[in-house]
């Protein structure tokens, strides 16, 4: 029987990488979506090929406590048990601070960072019980070294370090393990709209010259994973080539 991963953010620029990097490594992959990305998330199962036996995809507002609750239970029940919890979801609204309206802030917070409690509150202690399971939580160079005009970004991806640090700890001697990754600058359609000489200009800064593909970003969580990422937990794995060092 295979192994179960919840991605949230599945069919974004990251998430996409990593569901295809687990469904190849055998895995089937729930993979959550809010209703605006509907038509989106099922082009791109279709045009990856994936059949119903290695996809799922499932409703999901992972800013709503009530919501997750609710479906992630049923999923549980539905499934027997999720294996792997991957959590991608995030948005940016950069803006200095002094320009920073309430809503901004309460926006990313409540996707980045709140929906982590959100997603993982339910299914955590299936895995306490089941004494195995593997916890991911994407997060951003951004959230170790700071970055201008992004301060609720920046304190919501730190946030989900320090997040996964405790986890870590209460998860270890069930077999739990809890990690990080975090992402430098990565090719995503998002990024990929930037004005080429601003591009130039990051890629100038990083020691590797480029910048990360989703596909870097998406093995990191496959080690971590696997049986070879065992005995390592409550780590934040840098995949910034180079950036930034710590």
């Not at 959230?143 to 201008?148: L, N, R």
């Not at 370090?161 to 069930?174: C, D, H, P, V």
């Not at 990083?206 to 005995?231: C, F, H, Q, W």
Request: hydrophobic share 40%.
């Amino acid at each position: 029987m295979k192994k179960v991963a919840l991605i949230t953010g599945a069919t974004g620029g990251i998430g996409s990488a990593i569901s295809s990097q687990l469904i190849n490594d055998g895995f089937k992959v729930i993979a959550t979506y809010i209703k605006p990305m509907y038509d989106h998330s099922v082009e791109w199962v279709k045009e990856k090929g994936f059949s119903d036996d290695q996809i799922r995809l499932l409703e999901l507002d992972v800013t709503k406590v009530d919501e997750c609750q609710a479906t992630l239970t049923k999923l549980l029940e539905e499934e027997g048990s999720v294996d792997v919890l991957v959590n991608t979801a995030g948005i940016t609204r950069d803006a200095q601070f002094k320009k920073m309206t309430a809503d901004d802030w309460q926006a990313v917070i409540n996707t980045n960072l709140n929906s982590v409690f959100n997603v993982t509150h339910p299914i955590f202690p299936s895995m306490l019980e089941k004494k195995s399971g593997r916890i991911v939580n994407i997060t951003s160079v951004n959230g170790i070294k700071g970055q201008f005009g992004q301060t609720n970004y920046s304190a919501a991806k730190a946030g989900m370090i320090g997040f996964t640090k405790a986890l870590a700890l209460e998860g270890a001697k069930y077999g739990v393990t809890v990690n990080a990754v975090a992402p430098g600058y990565t090719a995503t359609p998002m990024v990929a709209k930037m004005r080429e000489d601003v591009l130039d200009a990051i890629k100038a800064e990083i020691p590797m010259k480029r910048l990360a593909t989703p596909e870097d970003i998406a093995n990191a969580v496959a080690y971590l994973v696997s049986d070879a990422g065992a005995y390592i937990t409550g780590e934040t794995l840098s995949v910034n080539g180079g950036l930034y060092m710590h």
